[in-house]
């Protein structure tokens, strides 16, 4: 009897335990499934995982493919496992994880080598149904690392990434939407440069390797639409800082919907066709047609490039440095009388004197009374003179 009972215990704890295991087993799938929905829906790319397997909270993805990238090439370059620790599932019927793993990428093809380590994502938020909700499917990943990174050729580096960072977080209290960059530690061999006019001009500016970073801030409203990109800007160690801000209304939750099913219809049209053209010229004007510009200016501050190439040109016309501002003061208003904007042409001839007799920045700004539609704006680029008028253009150095 004691035996019996103890059999029929066994028996239901191993019915269990394997009923458990294929439950396991089949959310791994589904995992999977639903993961390479969201980015098709995200980033109209078909992504297919051939293996999924689950222990504990950690799922695996192998078998990784691009239907569309059938190149040996491709194949070669996603044969490699995706990690995911910490996986749990929301009640809705999603996924959560607390980080994702690629494996590390060593690949050498006609002798050029590429190294991409510690690729990291954090914070993985798959919807119960991917799609469903546009803000849900950019929540995908909050946080991405990677590097260093490098390509190798002959076995000299010729380019290298220290690291990247990518982060995004949504506030719900405010509704926005706050992401940013750094790609930072970029180094570029110029040395490899084989055309003589190039090497020529790189070696007067001292120029054998290249050394930057990229920063980029940006910060949506999802009340009413207004995308603030604070930054965008790239610095090259010894030369100078540029930086692209600018601030446009009408990008709302709906129309991000609109342009990622338009998006995901194109995925299927033959890139080459005049109907993957005019669907992109479509997906152009009904963007457009919703889009306002708040403000935008390009900012540029030196560090050394001006009076390098200063210096380049004066060497090469031989001419003094007073000489050189004196011939674009002069040159100045001869370029800017097609503007048809006097008071904006002295603005300008003042702020590039400033700046060429003592190099720290210069900046383009436009900083409209109202908010101008981009269908507008694109009307009024025939006449300059109005264009300049209606976006309150100011140009300045050294503010």
């Known amino acids: 009897m004691r035996l019996n009972v103890l059999t029929r215990a066994v028996l239901a704890g191993a019915a269990v335990f394997s009923l458990g295991g294929g439950a396991f087993a089949q959310d791994a799938r589904d995992f999977a499934?639903?993961?390479?929905?969201?980015?098709?829906?995200?980033?109209?790319?078909?992504?297919?995982?051939?293996?999924?397997?689950?222990?504990?909270?950690?799922?695996?993805?192998?078998?990784?493919s691009i239907p569309t990238l059938d190149s040996k090439r491709g194949a070669e370059l996603l044969d490699r496992t995706l990690t995911f620790v910490g996986v749990t599932e929301t009640p809705e019927g999603g996924y959560r994880a607390e980080s994702a793993t690629f494996d590390d990428l060593d690949y050498t093809a006609e002798g050029v080598n590429l190294v991409v380590n510690n690729v990291v994502f954090t914070d993985i938020r798959i919807a119960a149904e991917p799609g469903a909700d546009v803000l849900e499917t950019m929540l995908l990943y909050q946080g991405l690392s990677a590097g260093?990174?490098?390509?190798?050729?002959?076995?000299?580096?010729?380019?290298?990434?220290?690291?990247?960072?990518?982060?995004?977080?949504?506030?719900?209290?405010?509704?926005?939407?706050?992401?940013?960059?750094?790609?930072?530690?970029?180094?570029?061999?110029?040395?490899?440069?084989?055309?003589?006019?190039?090497?020529?001009?790189?070696?007067?500016?001292?120029?054998?390797?290249?050394?930057?970073?990229?920063?980029?801030?940006?910060?949506?409203?999802?009340?009413?639409?207004?995308?603030?990109?604070s930054e965008s800007s790239v610095t090259i160690q010894?030369?100078?800082?540029?930086?692209?801000?600018?601030?446009?209304?009408?990008?709302?939750?709906?129309?991000?919907?609109q342009i990622q099913e338009t998006s995901q219809e194109m995925a299927k049209i033959d890139p080459s066709s005049s109907e993957y053209e005019a669907r992109s010229m479509q997906m152009m004007m009904g963007m457009v047609s919703g889009l306002t510009l708040n403000s935008a200016s390009i900012r540029f501050d030196d560090d050394s490039l001006t009076t390098k190439f200063m210096e380049f040109v004066m060497e090469e016309e031989g001419i003094t440095r007073k000489e050189f501002i004196s011939g674009v003061a002069n040159m100045a208003p001869q370029m800017l009388s097609m503007l048809g904007a006097p008071a904006l042409e002295a603005q300008i001839s003042?702020?590039?004197?400033?700046?060429?007799?003592?190099?720290?920045?210069?900046?383009?700004?436009?900083?409209?009374?109202?908010?101008?539609?981009?269908?507008?704006?694109?009307?009024?680029?025939?006449?300059?003179?109005?264009?300049?008028?209606l976006l309150n253009l100011q140009v300045t150095a050294n503010e």
């Open 350 to 389: 003042r702020a590039v004197v400033a700046y060429l007799k003592d190099p720290q920045s210069f900046e383009i700004s436009v900083n409209p009374d109202q908010a101008v539609q981009f269908l507008v704006l694109a009307g009024g680029l025939a006449n300059p003179a109005v264009a300049i008028e």
């Open 238 to 257: 010894n030369l100078g800082k540029l930086n692209f801000a600018v601030e446009i209304g009408g990008y709302t939750l709906e129309l991000m919907e």
């Open 33 to 64: 499934d639903k993961f390479a929905e969201a980015i098709r829906i995200m980033a109209a790319v078909d992504v297919q995982f051939g293996s999924a397997t689950a222990d504990g909270d950690t799922i695996v993805l192998s078998g990784i």
């Open 148 to 229: 260093p990174v490098s390509v190798t050729i002959g076995g000299d580096e010729v380019f290298a990434i220290d690291s990247i960072t990518v982060d995004a977080e949504y506030d719900e209290a405010e509704n926005t939407y706050l992401s940013s960059y750094a790609i930072d530690g970029i180094y570029g061999d110029l040395s490899k440069i084989e055309d003589r006019d190039a090497t020529e001009f790189l070696d007067a500016f001292g120029l054998s390797q290249l050394n930057a970073r990229l920063d980029g801030n940006a910060m949506w409203y999802l009340d009413d639409g207004r995308m603030d990109i």
